[in-house]
């Protein structure tokens, strides 16, 4: 009976693979499924244990789930919020998570969090179902996701860690972290390690406490004692994040963030900056100035789309060019902040609108 039943499964996948290899080469992203393939048979011809296709599948079946759910809103900009799941309902750490996160949705964002309690919950609850997301992970002692997000259809439920924070800091624009414990810290270096890296494109990190706690600002003394002072970070590496007890301080951080900067990516050597106004040529001078300390070579020069980026929804976005040395990450953050002080003043009612599509 089982051997009747994979037979049938066996059929069923042979048609359906062999109808997509005859659609391959009209497919947009054909030759990227058909690494993926590859991929897999490679790895079926290779003595691997029957665990390691678990992974490989569970995986696979995570990263499926949260690529479907997130898709309709893939040009809505979102912010992630991390906590501790342990924080009562009850506590000044709640009312600023629920209240920070009405604020951005207020906005027009959305939110994303792990869909547990504590923080997560008042994430959820704050932003509202309709502007939340939950990746939800099953642990031995917390169970289950919050009230707020429990039964949406974007409650996308994970297997494994690694597949979820991939997610996380995908989708994110913004991050914002409240008190927590191995797990926030977690979520807090590996946001600043992928930023610092240039792995992570540069998006606002923000730890926010309550008023007058100094959660955040005893973690920052630890980083001054520990890392700034032996030179194991850069004197810059500070300005990758905020630290602020003031929820209008914490939202307009994020909202300042993309007054004109849109976002950016590499092409080749060459950093591409997308812009949502076009800067004077004198203003670009004063960047210039200030900023050629970053440059491996040339000026930072403005542009228009470069034809390796393609025809996206950002292609009649003014550009600004730069060989970046992809090592003084907090001095870019520095550069971001400047663009938006300098540009500011040109910006057209349209343009300062938040959050823009991306």
């Known amino acids: 009976m089982a051997s009747d039943r994979l037979s049938h499964s066996i059929e069923s996948l042979q048609a359906t693979v062999n109808d997509l290899f005859t659609q391959l080469p009209q497919l947009h992203h054909g030759d990227m499924i058909a690494q993926a393939f590859a991929t897999i048979v490679r790895m079926a011809g290779d003595d691997i244990d029957r665990l390691d296709w678990k992974i490989l599948n569970a995986s696979l079946q995570d990263m499926e789930r949260a690529f479907s759910t997130f898709y309709p809103y893939r040009h809505v900009r979102k912010i992630a919020i991390f906590g501790s799941a342990r924080i009562s309902s009850n506590t000044e750490e709640y009312d600023m998570a629920r209240e920070f996160a009405r604020c951005v949705t207020a906005q027009g964002y959305m939110v994303i969090t792990g869909a547990g309690g504590g923080i997560m919950q008042a994430g959820n609850e704050g932003a509202g179902a309709e502007n939340s997301f939950g990746l939800n992970i099953q642990l031995p002692f917390e169970q289950g996701a919050n009230p707020f997000i429990e039964g949406d259809p974007k409650l996308v439920p994970f ?14 624009d913004a991050l914002a972290l409240f008190p927590g414990g191995f797990g926030t810290q977690d979520e807090a270096f590996e946001c600043l390690t992928l930023t610092q890296t240039g792995k992570s494109a540069p998006v606002p990190l923000v730890l926010i406490d309550k008023p007058g706690g100094d959660y955040w600002h005893d973690w920052a003394t630890y980083i001054d004692k520990q890392l700034m002072r032996r030179g194991l970070i850069s004197a810059d ?4 994040y905020t630290i602020t007890d003031d929820l209008d301080v914490a939202c307009e951080a994020i909202s ?17 900056v997308r812009l949502k106004s076009e800067l004077t040529d004198e203003r670009v001078e004063k960047l210039n100035d200030r900023f050629s300390d970053i440059l ?32 003084d990450l907090g001095k870019l953050y520095q550069f971001i902040a400047a663009i938006n002080q300098l540009g500011t003043s040109l910006l057209s009612p349209e343009d300062s609108a938040h959050p823009e599509r991306k």
Do not use: C, M, W
Request: cysteine-free.
């Open 237 to 240: 590496d500070p300005s990758l």
């Open 296 to 327: 491996v070579s040339g000026k930072i020069q403005k542009s228009r789309a470069l034809p390796q980026e393609g025809h996206d929804e950002t292609f009649e976005l003014p550009r600004l060019i730069l060989h970046f040395n992809q090592r």
């Open 159 to 172: 297997k494994y860690f690694f597949t979820r924070k991939v997610f996380f800091l995908r989708e994110s």
């Open 256 to 272: 300042g963030f993309y007054k004109v900067y849109h976002s950016s990516r590499y092409v080749g050597e060459n950093l591409v």
